[in-house]
Structure formats: structure tokens, C-alpha cells
């Protein structure tokens, strides 16, 4: 099923901070691609209560703003930036820069993406995944009428020279209405990856130079450790890291699109860290956050 008969360049829904972001911007190509090959441009505002990565969130609540922008060539290429900016308490700052390189294409029911995404965090950011230079994504996602089933796979550059390796899995069934305005479509996905970016996390923001520490709200204890070395073990193994489940809504209204994304995340393989000589096993709880958008078509 074609999402509102719009041409399909990604699908992904949701996979890390960057599919809060940077995968949004790519669902909404494949919602906003109109079946003629025109170029086009759109803008964004958008809202995310948290920025939770396959199951993996700070203690501290990370809520965001960010307008993006993209431009779409009629050959498949794209480009695309978008500002983070952060509207917690006492914290509001602009967080995160991203930029964004892609090409798509659509063979029938077959959509396929690949793109390379720079980020450029704050230095005070305490997001999970703020130790993460670049990245590089593709997928493919086939339309088999009843079901949709999409495929990623990405690669993360770290700042401290370490590399990530993510796969995951979607299924979807879209619902819509006879004027193709309105549509929903349930999801489910499953992730699997590894963990030094979790590991850098630790390093740079729980226990190493204090970068990212606020005030102390929602601190765990985890939190309150002191120490001069952290490991997190087998952070290079390859594991199911979390299942989540959304409900991507759209409305759409001639240059108009508005977007509600409630996802639910049940994350799995909680870390084990060796802060100095102790064990600790970190306690990984449900998430539940959501995006809203409204985007205008140029």
C-alpha cells in the first residue's frame, strides 16, 4: 500500500535519536514524494517529548524543538538540515545540528534510500547519543499490498574512533481514507545493534568529565557513582537492543501535512558497566514519547 499514493523514498520510523530526527525527515519524504518526479521543498516544526534511542535515554528528560529543512531533486537526491533545540528547564539551548545527504528511489513496489548524516552536538549535551559524529543508513522497504516490510541498516562513527553496526525490521499497515487526507498506520519494529556509543555515553556524561549533569532531577544510581574507569562490557556484541510500537497519523491539507507519532519502546539486554572494580547492571524501563509536526510543501 502506497501511503497516501505518494512516491516511497524511506520508511523508518523512529530507530535512534537521529530517526527522531534525521528518520523523520525521511518518513516524511516518503509521505510528501508525489507520484510525478518534480523536485520539490519543504519545511517543518516539530516537537519530541524525548529523545530516546532503541530503548536508551537519559535519566534526564531530553525534549526538543526543530525546524528542518530539505530539498528534494526529481533524480532521487536529496539534502536536508534541521536545529535542535532543547526546552527542558534550565537547559534550553540549541543541542544539535544535523546535516543530511541522501539519494532514494522506487521501483514499483520496491523503495529504497541511502544517505550520510553529520552531527554536531552542543558540548553540554547530555543526549545518548551525543558522542556520535556520523552515520551512514540504508534501506528498503517492499509494499506487499497487506503489509508493508522495511529493512535498515546503518553504521555509526563515534568521536572516540569506535564504530556501531545497526539493523532492524518494520511492519506496518496503513490505514486511509477514500480522499487519501487522512491516514494511520500501526508499527511494530525490532532493533539490534551494539553499544560503544552507549559506552561514550557513560564515559563522557555519567562519570567522566561531567558534561551533560544537571541539577539532579530524575537521577538514578547509576547517577551518583563516582569513578576513574568505565567499561561498559561487551559493548561491541551485537544484540537485540529493543521492540517498539507506533502509530504514525497523518493529515493532509493541499500544501499541508500534519504528523502524530506516539511510540511505545520496550528496550532489551540492559548494560552491564564495570565502574572501577564494581559490577553494575543498569535498570532499562518502558518508554513511551511522541513526535508532532506540521510540514508545508513548496
Not at 535519566?59 to 536545529?83: D, Q, V
Not at 514499483?108 to 541511502?114: A, F, T, V, Y
Not at 547509576?222 to 567499561?231: A, E, R
Request: glycine letters at 6%; a negative charge; charged letters at 15%.
Amino acid at each position: 500500500m502506497k501511503i497516501l499514493n505518494y512516491k516511497s523514498t524511506l520508511g523508518i520510523l523512529a530507530i535512534l535519536f537521529c530517526n527522531l530526527i534525521h528518520s523523520q525527515t525521511t518518513y516524511v519524504n516518503e509521505q510528501t514524494g508525489k507520484i510525478n518526479d518534480s523536485s520539490y521543498v519543504y519545511f517543518s516544526f516539530n516537537y519530541i517529548s524525548d529523545a530516546v534511542f532503541m530503548g536508551r535515554k537519559d535519566s534526564i528528560a531530553a525534549p526538543y524543538i526543530y525546524p528542518t529543512f530539505l530539498y528534494h531533486h526529481k533524480s532521487g537526491f536529496y539534502a536536508s538540515s534541521s536545529l535542535s533545540y532543547l526546552t527542558k528547564a534550565n537547559e534550553g539551548r540549541v543541542d544539535l545540528f544535523l546535516l543530511t545527504v541522501g539519494f532514494d528511489f522506487n521501483i514499483r513496489k520496491l523503495d529504497g534510500d541511502i544517505s550520510v548524516t553529520a552531527y554536531f552536538f552542543n558540548e553540554d549535551s547530555y543526549n545518548v547519543i551525543s558522542e556520535v559524529g556520523s552515520d551512514i543508513t540504508a534501506r528498503l522497504e517492499y509494499d506487499f499490498d497487506i503489509i508493508t516490510l522495511g529493512l535498515s541498516a546503518s553504521s555509526f562513527f563515534n568521536t572516540d574512533s569506535s564504530t556501531d553496526f545497526f539493523l532492524s525490521s518494520e511492519v506496518r499497515h496503513d490505514f486511509m481514507t477514500t480522499n487519501d487526507k487522512f491516514q494511520f498506520s500501526p508499527t511494530i519494529g525490532i532493533y539490534f545493534g551494539t553499544q560503544n556509543f552507549y559506552e561514550q555515553y557513560f564515559v563522557n556524561n555519567r562519570f567522566g568529565n561531567g558534561r551533560g549533569q544537571s541539577s539532579g532531577q530524575g537521577q538514578t544510581p547509576l547517577d551518583t557513582l563516582q569513578s576513574s574507569s568505565v567499561v561498559l562490557n561487551e559493548s561491541d556484541q551485537f544484540n537485540l537492543m529493543s521492540v517498539e510500537f507506533s502509530l504514525p497519523i497523518w493529515y493532509t491539507y493541499k500544501s499541508y501535512y500534519v504528523v502524530i507519532i506516539p511510540t511505545f519502546v520496550i528496550p532489551q539486554n540492559e548494560a552491564v558497566l564495570r565502574v572501577d572494580d564494581a559490577l553494575v547492571k543498569e535498570d532499562l524501563d518502558n518508554s513511551f514519547y511522541f513526535i508532532a509536526g506540521i510540514y508545508y510543501r513548496f
